[in-house]
Nanobody, 125 residues
Framework: QVQLVESGGGLVQAGGSLRLSCAAS????????MGWFRQAPGKEREFVVA????????YYADSVKGRFTISRDNAKNTLYLQMNSLKPDDTAVYYC??????????????????WGQGTQVTVSS
């Protein structure tokens, strides 16, 4: 089992940047494929980006491609999401998730086994 704690959210103006972190504890972080999801008020949780255990494969939602960058540091048990050129539509609670299918880049929330509590990102216009 792994515990996930997100941090780094906040309020930023449109065009600004934020860096989210997801600290993992418990079982070996490198045993998991990782992903970021987000949920805006009144909307379903949506996929943002995912990365396999080694960081060699990633997959981005079209809405964030070219603006967001996912990375992981297995030595520090930490997942990151660098968010640049933020837009008001990026406003949401952002969640990190861990999936046991470590070799794969997982896009569906149903394929993840563990979730963090979320961190709020608010982008003002």
């Amino acid at each position: 089992q792994v515990q996930l704690v997100e941090s780094g959210g906040g309020l930023v103006q449109a065009g600004g940047s934020l860096r989210l972190s997801c600290a993992a504890s418990g079982r070996t972080f490198s045993s998991y494929s990782m992903g970021w999801f987000r949920q805006a008020p009144g909307k379903e949780r949506e996929f943002v980006v995912a990365i396999n255990w080694s960081g060699t494969n990633t997959y981005y939602a079209d809405s964030v491609k070219g603006r967001f960058t996912i990375s992981r540091d297995n030595a520090k048990n930490t997942l990151y999401l660098q968010m640049n050129s933020l837009k008001p539509d990026d406003t949401a609670v952002y969640y990190c998730a861990a999936g046991r299918r470590a070799d794969y880049v997982l896009r569906s929330s149903r394929t993840y086994d563990y979730w963090g509590q979320g961190t709020q990102v608010t982008v003002s216009s």
